[in-house]
């Protein structure tokens, strides 16, 4: 409950029943046209619109041989109900849309989402119009298991039990620097500061600066300065915003390499672990699934055609 609603005070409203009725006999000046829209009598309609009388103190209708007519008090009320009830409408009737509309959720780590699934979001939606995308972005594990989640991005080794287990692709690290730093060869490394992504789960593969520079066979002098980042969309933005040189993951930093925000100066580069695509064994795969799965899969044949 929101702490908020604690102290503010009720609202002294009129039943809703005698405001519908209102509404219905300002709209059609009609007691008996009235009571046919909402089928009920014209007894129960005079009923009601005289409790809102009583309710308000103030006389809404004036009453004549074969037509109502509504009075000063009735013309102000009248159109506040009508846009009242027809926003009610519209909006009962977004959500029932809403609903019938299919879905499909998939979750994958928040840098994932960010730089590798939302820039192809666009050709899903060319594809398939009528289903709608939920992107799910989440360090955290989530349970798949929910009926929350339909489809999983995992990066790691598996296996995965009690899942379909699909590899996408394995990831591929190198170092990459906003081009304006003038960095062309390892030695360049002695001069501009390492960025560094803590990676969340301790894995001997996980590709860092000291495995590297191994790979490379080069020395590591100290860097001026370090900086470390716990979120890898951040050590994104800082070797985008030239504070230094990354080493991160070529996938996620695709958009980045072709629009030429980043280089990649020099290798080696290094391999990570794989990018899974999980649905969970014993549910069926329905057709805002299937359509996701091939959506994705589409995305990585593109992916492996330009390696």
Do not use: C
């Not at 046209?33 to 009601?48: F, G, K």
């Not at 809404?60 to 007519?69: A, K, N, P, S």
């Not at 989640?149 to 039990?161: C, F, K």
């Not at 620097?177 to 593969?205: K, Q, Y």
């Amino acid at each position: 409950m929101n702490k908020y609603h604690l102290y503010e005070p009720m609202r002294q409203l009129p039943p809703l029943s005698a405001l519908r009725a209102f509404e219905a006999a300002a709209r059609f000046g009609s007691f008996k046209q009235a009571a046919i829209d909402l089928a009920v009598t014209p007894t129960a309609i005079s009923h009601q619109i005289r409790s809102l009388e009583d309710h308000t103190g103030l006389v809404l209708f004036e009453r004549r041989t074969r037509q109502v007519i509504l009075t000063e008090a009735g013309q102000l009320l009248y159109p506040v109900l009508r846009e009242g009830f027809d926003s009610f409408a519209a909006a009962l009737d977004r959500l029932r849309k809403t609903k019938l509309r299919p879905t499909v959720t998939i979750t994958a780590t928040t840098a994932f989402t960010a730089k590798w699934l939302v820039p192809k979001v666009t050709r899903f939606q060319a594809l398939h119009p009528d289903i709608d995308l939920h992107l799910h972005a989440s360090d955290a594990a989530v349970d798949l298991e929910s009926n929350a989640i339909d489809l999983a991005i995992r990066y790691g080794r598996g296996p995965y039990p009690g899942f379909r287990a699909e590899a996408m692709f394995t990831d591929r690290f190198a170092p990459v620097v906003n081009p304006h730093l003038g960095v062309r060869t390892p030695d360049d490394l002695d001069r501009v500061p390492l960025i560094h992504f803590e990676w969340h789960r301790s894995d001997p593969v996980n590709p860092t600066w000291a495995g590297w520079f191994r790979a490379a066979g080069v020395i590591a002098n100290d860097p001026r300065s370090q900086l470390r980042f716990s979120d890898e969309s951040h050590a994104i933005q800082a070797a985008v915003a030239g504070q230094g040189v990354a080493l991160l993951s070529l996938s996620l930093v695709e958009d980045e390499l072709m629009a030429g925000r980043l280089i990649q100066p020099f290798g080696p580069v290094v391999e990570g672990l794989t990018y899974h695509m999980l649905t969970v064994a014993d549910r069926p795969m329905s057709h805002v699934i299937t359509a996701a799965a091939d959506w994705l899969r589409a995305e990585i044949d593109g992916v492996r055609s330009t390696e």
